[in-house]
């Protein structure tokens, strides 16, 4: 086949027989986004068979950047919209500063069906000290019912010369009714956290910086009801445990209503398999076991259900250590509890990506693709890659080989 009829083939330009230079095609062919498929390197020791259902992640070239902020972690509402937190930096000039005792964090509106064309909205700060730890940050974020349920957990700084924020405990929830307008603190504080985790004087926590599990608006496909919150911990002593680094990777889950959110009479853990290899799960937090542990290989996490597909989506960075480059490995399996197989792992992802996750607003509706959502760069001179990655809420285009 011709060069321009293969143009002409994939809707490029129109082709009615005319001859075009080969510049005029090549500029044409060279506009379009170009697609690239991640190489998978995983290390040695990597814990996690291939996955042979999904098999890489193509990055179409598409992509898009909002705001100057990050800690997005959406949730996709009643109302059609996604609500998420966002914290150090600003967004429609509303500025959140999680550092420090005077600790605040934002929340946003983002508005819009197509990725390419959102509309952030702030709706301001709200303050939460972080008192006896070095700062407080948002987390765990869901609207279910029209109630925001809001999570933040502490950080410690362990050197101030090492920049090194030492993981703490998750504090709580604040909640809304009215759609992030006005708040209702919970009882809970950074002393007398939600599952009573210490990260004082090199104590180690398990739950810490804890995100739902997107089940899709309004939670539609939680298999029974539940909330699950996922978080990743350490109980080495010298493990690294920090914001970006860790252990291990821990699963709870509790039914969603203003009344059990800050209960922890209301949770159960994940403990482990049965005898069966069904899970187990304990509301005694001294049972919970690791979902997955892979030493200082863990970090951030997320987990999408890709309802289409019927499969789980988890997204895992390896920060350690915490300001330098960032691998991103990414997970499948069919059911939350594993067995977990590996997609690809993406080395010097950003090159310096986090708080990736995957919002089911922006899924096909056959499950092949969606829109991969990070922030990078916070730190460190290091290149757009993939290009369009910015200190931001930054979307790229995926696809999912299957």
């Known amino acids: 086949m011709k060069r321009r009829d293969f143009v002409a083939m994939l809707g490029l330009a129109p082709y009615a027989g005319a001859v075009q230079s080969e510049e005029a095609l090549k500029a044409i062919t060279d506009a379009r986004p170009q697609s690239r498929i991640w190489p998978s390197r995983p290390p040695r020791d990597c814990p996690f068979g291939p996955s042979s259902i999904i098999t890489g992640i193509e990055f179409t070239g598409r992509y898009a950047a909002y705001e100057n902020a990050d800690t997005w972690f959406p949730s996709w509402a009643s109302d059609g919209n996604l609500y998420s937190p966002f914290t150090d930096g600003t967004v429609g000039g509303v500025e959140a ?153 821990y699963l709870a889950r509790v039914k969603p209503t203003p009344e059990n959110i800050n209960d922890f009479a209301r949770y159960e853990f994940f403990a482990g398999p049965n005898a069966d290899g069904t899970p187990r799960w304990r509301s005694d937090f001294e049972e919970i076991r690791p979902l997955l542990e892979w030493n200082d290989r863990t970090g951030v996490v997320t987990i999408t259900y890709n309802a289409p597909l019927k499969r789980y989506f988890m997204f895992v960075t390896d920060g350690f250590p915490t300001i330098a480059r960032m691998n991103t490995y990414v997970l499948e399996a069919a059911d939350i509890t594993g067995p977990w197989r590996l997609i690809t792992f993406m080395e010097n992802f950003g090159e310096q990506a986090y708080f990736v996750n995957l919002p089911t607003k922006f899924i096909s509706d056959d499950g092949r693709s969606g829109w991969l959502l990070y922030s990078a760069n916070f730190r460190g001179d290091y290149k757009a890659d993939p290009e369009g990655r910015s200190y931001a809420l930054t979307l790229h285009e995926v696809r999912f080989l299957l």
């Open 97 to 249: 500063n999680s550092g420090g005792l005077l600790a605040n964090t934002g929340q946003a509106k983002i508005v819009g069906d197509d990725p390419l064309q959102l509309r952030v909205v702030p709706l301001g700060v709200h303050a939460s000290s972080p008192w006896p730890y070095g700062g407080r940050y948002p987390s765990a974020s869901l609207v279910h019912d029209g109630i925001w349920y809001y999570g933040t957990y502490c950080l410690d700084q362990k050197d101030p010369h090492l920049n090194w924020d030492v993981l703490g405990p998750f504090v709580g929830f604040r909640i809304s009714r009215d759609f992030g307008v006005s708040w209702t603190d919970p009882l809970c504080t950074p002393t007398n956290p939600l599952f009573l985790e210490n990260g004082k004087n090199g104590a180690k926590v398990k739950l810490g910086a804890l995100h739902f599990v997107d089940f899709g608006r309004s939670m539609q496909h939680s298999p029974d009801g539940n909330a699950y919150l996922v978080g990743h911990g350490a109980t080495r002593a010298d493990a690294e445990l920090s914001w970006i680094s860790g252990d291990q990777i």
